[in-house]
């Protein structure tokens, strides 16, 4: 009898099983191969997310970082690759290069950088997967983290200012959107009838960007006039995960964004009276600055771009 197979990720929303690129990767990858994944999604009861993010547990093995867990789901016979020939196993490696490398850094910025975008959608959504008071915190982790991730890779000559970078991940990103938009054509997944680990990298990477209401859009401006990308991905919402993909919102999803505008204003009120107390206890002769061992958090630094806050 095969073991259990337990995966923690990141929840889902906006008619997504998961609005977490790496999570959505997995969870459609299990779909297609038939692994019988028991999925729990981080929720606030939990503690804070340890290391990396989605997990596969299975007995004593603990896997993390998409690609390691769908090579463990291979190993354990859940193959979605089965009928692919060498070559097209070495355009799937191709195209998982060219993701990560072009649109991946445009999908971190647009979740994590974008000022706005961060401040009315990203940080409440996982804020409200995380218990209080690391709430406040770990979204700002992970926006740090994001934009390390994007300087790392392009932030070297000849980009030698922000706003050259920010540009230039973008149109890297369309362009990428252009070639997977030109090698699907009209074929319902890209080896044909049935999907493959290259379908789940594409619908976990484009997906979010789909189907996430963002205030600023611009690669998902671009990706709507691609219809075969985006009817890519319905298709796979439809069959396999059978979920909505009508514009209007599924059932209990107009409850769910009123819980999420309350989480918001109940974030913002927490962080302005923590920043308040601050100010009152720096001004208050009767107490004199003394040295906590607790930990600071500074809410009011989370709510400006990343990139504001680095020189060129």
Known sequence: MAAPLELRCWGGGWGLPSVHPESLTVLAYAKFSGAPLTVNTISSSWKAPKGDIPVLISEDNVISQPAKILNFLRKQKYNADYELSAKQGADTLAYIALLEEKLLPALLHTFWIEA?????????????????????????????????????????????????????????????????????????????????????????????????????????????????????????????????????????????????????????????????????????????PRKLTTLKLAAGGEESSPFNRLSP
């Open 116 to 288: 706005e975008n961060y401040c009315s959608v990203t940080k409440p959504w996982f804020a409200s997967r995380i218990a209080f008071p690391l709430s406040l915190y770990l979204p700002g982790k992970m926006s740090r983290e994001a934009l390390n991730r994007i300087l790392l890779t392009k932030g070297g000559p000849p980009l030698y200012s922000l706003t050259e970078v920010e540009a230039q991940i973008y149109r890297d990103a369309k362009e990428c959107l252009n070639l997977l938009s030109k090698r699907l054509g009209t074929s319902q997944f890209f080896f044909g009838d049935t999907p493959t680990t290259l379908d789940a990298f594409v619908f976990g990477f484009l997906a979010p960007v789909y189907k996430v209401c963002f205030p600023r859009v611009q690669l998902q401006e671009h990706l709507k006039q691609l219809p075969n990308l985006c009817r890519f991905c319905d298709d796979i919402l439809t069959c396999y995960f059978r979920l909505s993909v009508s514009g209007h919102s599924p059932a209990g999803q107009d409850t769910a964004d009123a819980n999420l505008q309350k989480l918001t204003q109940l974030v913002n009120k927490e962080s302005n009276l923590i920043e308040k107390m601050d100010d009152n206890l720096r001004k208050s002769p009767q107490h004199p």
